[in-house]
């Protein structure tokens, strides 16, 4: 099974700065890597699909970038509605889909 | 409007079945693979499950595999999972959610989800 590594843990940030979640995949996944948002209490929310595509109706200060084992998130200008938990997922090996850990964002 | 709704969560002794409903609404149901997340309390996101958009194929994780099955009503617009011998590692809440690509190879991009339904396993 493809493991994915996610990186820190925890972040504690500032409104305004720029933030940066990283994920490392135990192989070559090519581009084939999501990130999604949860906030407490409710459902995750796809934010970018496919290493670095917005998902419609994000805001453009959520970003995405990487190939093959390396990847990294991005926002731009950290906002208080941005407190949240974020996950990548992975899925080059189906029908097994794989989840980071998690990074909890604070302010 | 576009949501799934899921319901059937409860609490269940160990070793037993429930059964986990997911209605679908403002969407054509029928063209979209479908899955199952769950997330214990305080911890992450797991995959547990998936269906093709037809039904004619499915998959599961292995730690729910030959416990569970997913299986969907077209007619019905729902999704469900049937979950038997259940042990306390099953404890979570369980999301549905829609694959983002329509038609018969789907992808694995999870970009609809259900507000999800607590299971709880306990004697």
């Known amino acids: 099974d493809i493991q994915m590594t996610q990186s820190p843990s925890s972040l504690s940030a500032s409104v305004g700065d720029r933030v940066t979640i990283t994920c490392q995949a135990s192989?070559?996944?090519?581009?084939?890597l999501n990130w999604y948002q949860q906030k407490p209490g409710k459902a995750p929310k796809l934010l970018i699909y496919d290493a670095s595509n917005l998902e419609a109706g994000v805001p453009s200060r959520f970003s995405g970038s990487g190939f093959g084992t390396d990847f990294t998130f991005t926002i731009s200008s950290l906002l208080p509605e941005d407190i949240a938990t974020y996950y990548c997922q992975q899925y080059d090996n189906l029908p097994q889909y794989t989840f980071g850990q998690g990074t909890k964002l604070e302010i | 409007e576009v949501q799934l709704v899921e319901s059937g969560g409860g609490l269940v002794q160990p070793g037993g079945s429930l059964r986990l409903s997911c209605a679908a609404s403002g969407f054509a149901f029928s063209r979209y693979w479908m899955h199952w997340v769950r997330q214990v309390p305080g911890e992450g996101l797991v995959w547990v499950s998936r269906i093709y958009n037809d039904g004619t194929r499915t998959g599961y994780a292995d730690s729910v595999l030959g416990r569970f099955t997913i299986s969907r009503d077209n007619a019905k617009n729902t999704l469900y999972l049937q979950m038997n011998s259940l042990r306390d590692e099953d404890t979570a809440v369980y999301y549905c959610?829609?694959?983002?690509?329509?038609?018969?190879?789907?992808?694995?991009?999870?970009?609809?989800w259900g507000q999800g339904t607590l299971v709880s396993v306990s004697s």
């Open positions: 959610a829609r694959d983002k690509r329509p038609g018969h190879y789907g992808s694995g991009i999870f970009d609809l």
């Open positions: 192989q070559d996944i090519n581009i084939y």
